[in-house]
């Protein structure tokens, strides 16, 4: 398995939709043969075109609001003694995560294609919070599907769906999160997709949504490295990339644009969610070697039991409690291009007390199972290594959680 | 010699009506409960579908759902399934058996490993929800090898040039989806409209036994009259459900409900 230079990652899958021969493809119903087809068709025709893209670019800027900011984490640099941290704010974007750029993507493609009403998934509820902003920016009609836990435990994001006017559908089967969730929206997408179109929340389900929303986080990776270059003159030698992953749709746009320098200036490190420390589930398919299988229309790793059910997971952060893992994160494991670890959600809150305590940033708990291998990692770094977080979403939708793990005095308000 | 599924159609047909299948969960509520419906409807039944349970279906309504984590609960595996269709296999009506299921199950078990379970315990015919032509090519291929038909699905969205690849790459028998829908939804389309889809697959496709699915009950099995078989299966698992929380038998309630199915066609 190789990954190839010059080609972009979304379109090195094969004629089947498979990156490597092996992972994503479209294991899907019938009916969606033709609605998934239709997609595609368009999609290959709008990702070149000038139009569209100036389109996408100035919706990005004047609604979005890139670029992010680039910041340099000077006092957890000196408290940590080694890399120089940096931060890639994606949490400034509109909306407070990197989800809007996937969700104007998929309505701006929606309107092209004449449906009205869009549907979606979440988890931690951005997904779902900015699709309800982009379907009311762009006029279209919206509904939510959301695990019944996940609506309890991120409340301020369900809000925020209802104020934008979406229909917010809770999702009772299974484990009453993420993975409910997204089959649940799926087999709606089943039964109306003559009229109605879907956004998955991330670089996972059939091929086509896996390359459309890794073709809109690329806008992070983008964006830094100009940012970069500004800074340094040049991409800097010693160059560290850490991202939290659920289903891995930030991360593969934090690093895409870095996809065919040498891993050994430009290194890409995941974190998934390691799940509480005494539990033996996890969110984290890559780091223990959890086997190949489908799930949601695509092969990949996927947390399952031998007879092929997928497994329950458990995660302080709804965004990474997920069984699987994009076909495009399975790739570059394979490829060796990335390199993947998990953090325990005790490490987790810890990363977010020490974050917020040295500097002015509020990661939410995602990013901050991030920050957490990075910190630990970055003491035994020489000082010209340049380690960069992605700060891909702000802890305000974790304010129950955080308040009632840390206390009242983690909390600011907002 | 024709194969046992071809033979069930021929026999339906010879009385002239649609043959009926029905579908059942593996394991619902219990793995022998499961066993002793599947003998007590086949005194009325052609062909017996039977639900491989997955817990992320993404074609499933809520009453298969239902069943299927009911099994899932229960402690079902896919050893017990194999299990299960073998004893079946040795009853007094024994009718053909189709499973159907998830893609991942086999994927799990291993395809060929999957297909000599199947050929040993008996089993007729697969449909693999999630696995769609050109993708089910090889293992199509694979099950024809085993004497097992892969049975093709086709839905209202199919095109008329894959329509007429799907049909060219199908074995026995075809199985089309009524409406845009999950299983169990509501007859949303008109039955005349979905006998004239089904009229253009047996134009393209005339010596292939064509199914219909979704939404059929014993309120609408009647109206389906000219197909070559009709697929019943949430309205039964739901009796499965009703019976269950009132304390009833399944076994006698969805007997009685598969035995008035068969009388609405004959």
Redesign the interface.
Same mark, same amino acid.
């Given at each position: 398995m190789k990954l190839k230079k010059g080609i972009p990652v979304i379109d090195q899958g094969n004629r =089947?939709g498979f990156w490597g021969g092996k992972f994503g493809?479209?294991?899907?119903?019938?009916? =969606?043969?033709?609605?998934i087809e239709d997609l595609e068709i368009l999609f290959n025709k709008l990702k070149n075109n000038s139009s569209f893209i100036k389109e996408r670019d100035a919706y990005f800027k004047n609604w979005i609001g890139v670029p992010t900011r680039f910041i340099k984490l000077n006092n957890l640099t000196k408290y940590v003694g080694g890399a120089q941290i940096w931060s890639k704010v994606v949490s400034d974007a509109n909306g407070g995560a990197h989800k809007i750029y996937n969700a104007t993507v998929h309505c701006l493609l929606a309107k092209r294609s004449g449906k009205k009403v869009i549907i979606g998934d979440t988890g931690a509820g951005y997904a779902g919070k900015m699709l309800s902003m982009a379907a009311k920016k762009f006029g279209l009609k919206c509904k939510i599907f959301m695990g019944a836990k996940d609506i309890k435990r991120q409340q301020p994001n369900v809000n925020a769906m209802k104020k934008n006017g979406a229909e917010v559908i809770p999702v009772y /089967?299974?484990s009453q999160t993420l993975?409910?969730a997204v /089959?649940e929206c799926?087999?709606y997408w089943?039964?109306?997709?003559?009229t109605t179109a879907m956004c998955v929340g991330s670089t996972v389900g059939p091929a086509i949504f896996v390359r459309i929303c890794g073709w809109s986080t690329s806008q992070i990776s983008r964006e830094l490295k100009l940012q970069l270059i500004n800074e340094f003159g040049t991409v800097p030698k010693k160059l560290k990339l850490y991202n939290c992953v659920g289903g891995g749709s930030s991360s593969f746009g934090f690093w895409n644009e870095f996809m065919d320098y040498d891993k050994k200036q430009v290194e890409f490190i995941g974190v998934e969610a390691g799940g509480p420390s005494k539990s033996q589930k996890h969110a984290a398919p890559l780091t223990y070697g959890s086997?190949?299988?489908? =799930?949601?229309?695509a092969a990949q790793y996927v947390n399952?039991n /031998?007879?092929?059910?997928?497994e329950e997971t458990e995660s302080i952060s709804a965004g990474l409690d997920y069984p699987g893992i994009s076909p495009l994160h399975c790739f570059l494991k394979d490829t060796k291009r990335a390199r993947y670890t998990a953090a325990s959600d005790e490490e987790a809150l810890k990363a977010y007390q020490i974050v917020t305590k040295y500097e002015d940033l509020r990661p939410s708990l995602e990013p901050s199972h991030a920050f957490s291998v990075a910190i630990k990692e970055a003491k035994k770094l020489s000082k010209d290594t340049i380690v960069v977080i992605n700060s891909c979403g702000d802890a305000y939708k974790d304010k129950k959680i955080l308040e009632k793990k840390l206390g009242k005095k983690y909390v600011k308000s907002n | 010699m024709l194969n046992p599924i071809s033979l069930a159609f021929k026999k339906a047909k010879n009385e002239r009506r649609p043959a009926l299948l029905t579908y059942t969960v593996a394991g619902d509520s219990s793995k022998k409960q499961s066993l002793e419906i599947l003998k007590s409807i086949s005194k009325y039944a052609d062909l017996l579908e039977i639900g491989v349970p997955?817990?992320?279906?993404?074609?499933?309504?809520g009453q298969i759902?239902t069943s299927s984590?009911r099994a899932?609960k229960n402690g079902i595996?896919?050893k017990d399934i194999f299990k299960i269709v073998k004893d079946f296999k040795k009853s007094k009506y024994s009718k053909p058996i189709i499973l159907m299921g998830?893609?991942?199950?086999i994927?799990?078990?291993g395809e060929n490993n999957f297909l000599k379970e199947s050929k040993k315990s008996g089993v007729n015919g697969l449909i693999v929800?999630?696995?769609?032509?050109?993708?089910n090519r090889m293992f199509s291929k694979k099950c024809k090898k085993n004497s097992i038909n892969f049975i093709q699905?086709? &839905?209202?969205?199919? &095109?008329n040039k894959?329509l007429k690849s799907i049909t060219k790459d199908s074995h026995d028998m075809i199985y089309y989806?009524s409406m845009? &829908?999950?299983t169990g939804?509501k007859l949303k389309v008109s039955p005349k409209r979905i006998l004239q889809n089904y009229n253009k697959i047996k134009i393209i496709s005339p010596r292939k036994n064509c199914v219909i699915g979704f939404g059929i009950t014993e309120k609408t099995i009647s109206k389906f009259k000219s197909a070559d078989g009709l697929v019943v299966g949430s309205q039964i698992c739901k009796e499965i459900t009703r019976s269950l929380n009132n304390r009833q038998n399944p076994v006698i309630n969805v007997s009685k409900m598969v035995n008035k199915l068969k009388n609405k066609i004959s």
């Open positions: =089947l493809g479209n294991f899907v119903p019938e009916t =969606l043969k033709k609605p /089967s299974g993975v409910d /089959s799926m087999r089943v039964a109306n997709c003559d086997k190949i299988g489908i =799930l949601h229309g399952q /031998s007879d092929g059910q997928i | 997955h817990n992320t279906p993404v074609a499933d309504g759902q984590y899932i595996k896919m998830y893609y991942n199950m994927y799990q078990f929800v999630d696995l769609p032509w050109p993708e699905l086709l &839905s209202p969205t199919t &095109s894959r989806i845009l &829908s999950t939804g």
